[in-house]
């Protein structure tokens, strides 16, 4: 195992370590073959040897080797002996329990789901922590940033969950993330959206439906107006609005979409009375054998003119989408979204301990390297490409690895935040784990396998940092 | 070309980018200070809006978003806390503190002892029992979840304190034996000789020497400890019974009404995560060292 166990060993020749200061080699003697304890150097009066013997060291190690051997180390052989079993512990099922992770769709589901989370947060994390420990380099408020972007180390998963799950309530008037989807949605789309709105269904009305689209029952012929009046619609969502206006004469093809209803009954069906309001907003398409020969948006008054429009017979059509529901955002919290919307929430969690880590092995990166390269006319892209992402490769290494680590065991988060009902699509290994052993599923056998295998993903690790531990040591 | 004329040419070269360079870098850093600002708010907003929601009323919760707050101002109401300390709450508060102040402080104890062995008294398989510690550093908690349950069920102390935060103990151990042990072999030898020559037993050079030295290396295990056990989830929710509940698991009880219950569950949570966040902010210089010093757990 390690090279220096039996042969002499210098008590100053304790290999040295990333943070070890100045410690003197002392003359080389075959100490362990030889304990001498410090009682009886003193007696001697030369102390070849200072310090506790090994004996010593038995009653300072007692403690942590019981805490791990009976809580880490024999675990592990329980649960590898345990897993062999079925759920009452007494049958012996050999493989079994391992088989049922890759056949059964649950697990699967599982499975999946990790090696999505394997693949994507902690690339994610890195790259953006490498981004933001770059371009904090170049603002004055970088330790205030830093401080922010690292406080949800502090919070407890469960806290993360909460507030996500806030985050991502569907309701737009709750949950902050499609309160801004919407938002941006509805400043960009100019759809107004009359969700409802229709003509009346009789033989008089001058529009139908048609495909999903309103259109005119008759062809129309420029100089005629257009009425095209609606109903279905809430007098509400209409108070404010300017009251119709019929078209005013003139070249190409004018016309008018309102709302057809008075306000406490009355007034003339299919006629624009004083009351009536107008539609603003409306798509308004031109159609002559089926192609759209021109577009209009009604006015506040509800008028909407087609100019320069050739002479010729044409259908005016009022496109579906001017009667779509209302954009109400992304059901993140749905089937569909909820393994990227908790990604979304680990991200948040971990690219301040990302940026934290780079931004210390960025300062160490010597700048005469950047700055020469600068000075041989190299861009900024260059040198971020050529020579940092190069100079911090290991510390890169470090954070992806811990990342992945991290993630295998990823649990508190997803058991917080996917609700109930979509947990089975958002489901992990961890989470699986303590779900068929304890959150119900009450199969120990099962869940040994299932903790078994997280250590066997694992293990690769395992044998990194041993390695990375013995190469810093030697 | 002679060598006198290029260190000329060269830095005639740096004034000319520079100059370049600057009006790139003004109209470049604008922008990045732009973009870093979005991102700080893309990051304050999610906590921010769980306390905005812990201080309004449940109706006006349901009714408006929380951002609506900076309108009316008058919506704010500490009537959520108030009946979340007069309910059970504050037992589960104290549990918290219950479980992770002697879980933190038993972790930097034993680990400080056991670092101070392999850092410095020599024996036999040293080497090889801390590579043993190395490699316990991944192993993840679920592999202890049902062998110590039984073995708690065994001993009687199922659902206690106590279980909780031996295992807390256990698990935190490889990691702060690990940080404490690189820390330990840092120190300067001639200073633990020199205070052996002079006879002082082991235990006194361990206060008096090697403590004091090591007090940013303990203090940074112990921050990073206390948040992990002030936080943990798993553990709490496998081994403490309702009576002994921390906090997270008190309020993991919660989410299964979520919607209907946000004036208990986003005060709570809140309250959970006040306290980690002072210490936090209170001792970050040693929240960084300690994470540089052991990331790869």
Known sequence: ???????????????????????????????????????????????????????????????????????????????????????????????????????????????????????????????????????????????????????????????????????????????????VITTVHDTFSSSAGYPGARPRENDQAPAVIRGGAVVTRQQVQPGQPVLIPLVGLNQDTVKDAAPAKAASGGDGVGGTVWLDVVRGGGGTLNQIDPQEKGLAGITVEAVSGGAVKATAETAADGTFRFAGLPSGTYEVRLPQSNFAAPFNGLSWLGPALITPAIIGAYIWVWAGFAMVLIAA??????????????????????????????????????????????????????????????????????????????????????????????????????IFNIRRFRRDEA | MTTLTEPAQARGQTIERGLLGRVADRAGSGLVQVLLILVAVFWLVPTL?????????????????????????????????GSLLASGFTSSFWNTVLITVPATLLVIGIAAMAAYAFAWIDFRGRDA?????????????????????????????????????????????????????????????????????????????????VFPLAKPAIASLGIFQFLWVWNDLLIALVFADTENQPMTKALQSQMRQFGTNMDILAPGAFLSLIIPLVLFFAFQRFFVQGLLAGSVK
């Open chain 2, 129 to 209: 029992v801390f590579l043993v510690v190395v490699a316990l550093l991944v192993v993840p908690i679920q592999i202890g979840l049902i062998p110590i349950a039984k073995m708690y069920g065994f001993l009687g102390i199922f659902g206690s304190i106590a279980g909780v935060v031996l295992f807390h103990v256990a698990y935190g151990l490889p990691f702060a034996i690990f940080l404490l042990r690189n820390f330990f072999v840092g120190i300067p030898r001639e200073l633990l000789e020199a205070a052996r020559m002079d006879g002082a037993e082991e235990w006194r050079i361990f206060a008096t020497v």
């Open chain 1, 1 to 179: 195992m390690t090279e220096r166990l039996d042969g002499p060993q210098a008590p100053g020749g304790i290999p040295a370590g990333a943070s070890t200061g100045p410690s003197e080699p002392l003359p080389a003697e075959p100490l362990l073959a030889e304990p001498r304890s410090a009682g009886a150097a003193h007696a001697d009066g030369i102390p070849h040897r200072l310090g506790p013997s090994p004996k010593a060291a038995a009653l300072f190690l007692a403690p942590a080797v019981l805490l791990l051997g009976a809580w880490v180390i024999y675990p592990i052989i329980y649960s590898i002996y345990r897993s062999l079993f079925d759920s009452s512990g007494n049958r012996f099922v050999g493989l079994g329990n391992y088989g049922s992770i890759f056949t059964d769709s649950a697990t699967l589901t599982t499975i999946r789901n990790n090696v999505i989370w394997v693949v994507v947060a902690p690339l994610i994390v890195t790259v953006l922590g490498l981004i933001f420990a770059v371009l904090t380099e170049r603002i004055r408020w970088a330790t205030a940033f830093k401080l922010i972007l690292f406080m949800p180390m502090a919070v407890s998963l469960l806290a993360a969950g909460v507030i996500f799950r806030l985050v991502y309530e569907q309701d737009p008037d709750k949950g902050v993330a499609n309160a």
């Open chain 1, 361 to 462: 092995g960025l300062a160490a990166v010597p700048r005469d390297a950047l700055e020469a390269a600068r000075i041989d006319g190299a861009t900024e892209w260059q040198v971020f490409r050529r020579i940092t992402v190069p100079l911090l490769a290991p510390v890169l290494l470090v954070v992806f690895v811990t990342m992945v680590i991290n993630v295998l065991k990823v649990f508190d988060l997803v058991f917080i935040i996917a609700p109930g009902s979509v947990q089975p699509q958002a489901n992990v290994i961890a989470l699986e784990m303590w779900r068929v052993s304890f959150g119900g599923g009450g199969n120990q056998g099962m869940g040994s396998a299932l903790a078994v295998f997280l250590l066997v993903l694992v293990l690769p690790f395992m």
């Open chain 2, 49 to 81: 809006g769980l306390l905005v929601v812990s201080l309004r009323g449940e109706s006006v919760n349901n009714a408006t978003g929380w951002w609506t707050v900076f309108t009316k101002p008058a919506e704010i109401t500490f009537e959520n806390y």
